[in-house]
């Protein structure tokens, strides 16, 4: 586990979970709180545990950890394991043992997904300055199952233009002068990506946007 802690940038996690904790208490002890299941095991010194499976399906197979520590990740990582069989018998010649080893690792790949944002783009009229009504919000809400992780949402929206004209360019066909999106100050707002697209942040579109045309 405390390679897991490492790999999976669990630690980094555990610390904004619980930022008043000094760094020596991000450790195995705090990261099993995060284990839940009705499996049995038992905590060794070196940072691993030894799970218990019986007949009833218990071990490790119902043990898991809280998904909370893999919000907002899309990192991969391995949990090592040794698997230890032992199966007893009793002789007429007294009671025999015998046990077979494996060592492995469980390949855990995290997929994150994204919350559809709620993004709305009416239409305008105008000829060279057309103040536009483009503007969205996340629906995210990781912050919160997290139990905060300092931010409002763990996702970021980007709004992209493109093609405008119908030219596959941000150009006018006909007088090559290019369209350019502005605030109220006549500031170039957005990024200018090329390839006929332009992009902006959220920030970008809490003011009002311009978008000045071609003569």
Known sequence: ????????????????????????????????????????????????ITVYVDGRNQGFGSLRFRGTLFLDSNVDFKLPFRARVRDRAVLSTGTMFVESE????????IEGTADVPAVYANNVNGSTSIR??????????????????????????YYFVKFLNGTGSFENASTL???????ANGD??????????????????????????PP
């Open 1 to 48: 586990l405390t390679t897991m802690i490492d790999d999976a940038q669990i630690r980094q996690r555990l610390k904004n979970l619980h930022p008043t904790l000094p760094d020596a208490d991000i450790n195995v002890d705090l990261l099993l709180t995060y284990l839940v299941g009705d499996g049995n095991y038992t905590k060794n010194t070196n940072g691993t």
């Open 102 to 109: 494996q060592a492995g690792e469980y390949v855990i790949s």
């Open 132 to 157: 536009l009504d483009l503007n969205g919000t996340i629906t995210d809400t990781d912050d919160f199952a997290v139990g905060g992780l300092g931010r409002n949402q763990s996702e970021t929206i």
């Open 177 to 183: 002068t290019l369209y350019s999106f502005v605030n």
């Open 188 to 213: 170039v707002v957005g990024f200018d990506a090329g390839g006929g697209t332009w992009y902006f942040e959220q920030k970008d579109l809490l003011q009002d946007l311009y978008l000045n045309t």
